[in-house]
């Protein structure tokens, strides 16, 4: 594995975790607040978010076109994403991660081809 490629990995994991809890988590954690509160604090942990996947991108982009950049980050989306919805938000587990999982497979493959 290239260090680009882990360097691009490790970032934009970060970022996707960052961007979870700024979609995701003032659902669980800021329910009883009014809306315009939990945009504000989303748009707060987006802009950490960015801070990782800015440089994420421009370093990945210098290996990857964007079509394999865009693919990797639904590949780490997934990925991050069902332990956060099981664990973090109390979600079941279901075979629709699996089913969703090899769909992303196949775009990788598609993608990643020469």
């Known amino acids: 594995m290239s260090f680009t490629l882990l360097k691009t990995i490790v970032l934009l994991s970060i970022s996707n975790l960052f961007m979870l809890f700024a979609w995701y988590g003032h659902l669980k954690n800021l329910s009883s607040k009014p809306w315009i509160i939990a945009a504000l604090i989303s748009w707060g942990i987006a802009l950490i978010e960015y801070l990782f996947q800015v440089p994420a991108n421009r370093i990945g982009f210098t290996q990857f076109n964007l079509a394999q950049l865009k693919i990797l980050q639904e590949v780490i989306t997934l ?9 973090y938000m ?3 587990l279901k075979w629709d991660y699996l089913w969703a999982g090899f769909c992303i497979l196949g775009a990788v493959y598609f993608i990643f081809r020469t």
């Open 79 to 87: 990925v991050i994403f069902v332990p956060f919805a099981i664990f």
């Open 90 to 92: 109390q979600q079941p």
